[in-house]
């Protein structure tokens, strides 16, 4: 017996068991949004998961969806992250990764959490500073346009 959106390796449903052992409640505003956000299987913000919530719940507003992320953060659940230049996008807190984008086509690519380990523990270390250095993606070159750049200042 599997129904639509059950699936995702029980992501929702372990969410939700984690939200109860927090202490929180599962009210339909918050099913709605982590449901939005485990369906959409990318990067959304708080207005593409009120648009996808839209279809189904038209009376949850956006006012509502921003409370309810900002509720399930501090539950430890849901995780927002900066793409590029500041926007931010959810993630439930299970799938959170490091995101480096490329500045010249834009591209996104994800990179596991444990990439910065290093770098955390010597800030730790060294400064005594806790850092959650994937909260920012790192900006750069896709190798692609790396090379097409290179390429281009080289004469051949
Ligand atoms: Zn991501
Ligand atoms: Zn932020
Ligand atoms: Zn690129």
């Not at 699936?7 to 984690?18: D, W, Y």
């Amino acid at each position: 017996m599997s129904s639509k959106g059950a699936g995702q390796n029980g992501v929702l449903e372990r969410t939700i068991e984690a939200i109860h052992s927090h202490g929180g409640r599962v009210t339909p505003s918050r099913l709605a949004v982590i449901t939005a956000i485990v369906d959409s299987e990318s990067h959304v913000s708080a207005e593409e998961i009120f648009e996808r919530i839209q279809a189904g719940s038209p009376d949850i507003h956006l006012s509502t969806v921003y409370r309810t992320l900002e509720a399930l953060e501090k539950l430890g659940v849901v995780e927002h992250v900066h793409l590029g230049h500041g926007r931010a996008i959810y993630h439930l807190e299970e799938n959170v990764h490091q995101h480096l984008v490329c500045e010249s086509c834009g591209k996104i690519i994800e990179a596991p959490r444990d990439l910065t380990e290093r770098l955390e523990m010597e800030l730790e270390a060294r400064l005594g500073f806790y850092t959650r250095a994937h909260h920012f993606s790192i900006i750069g070159l896709c190798r692609d346009c790396y090379r097409r750049q290179h390429r281009a200042a080289t004469p051949s």
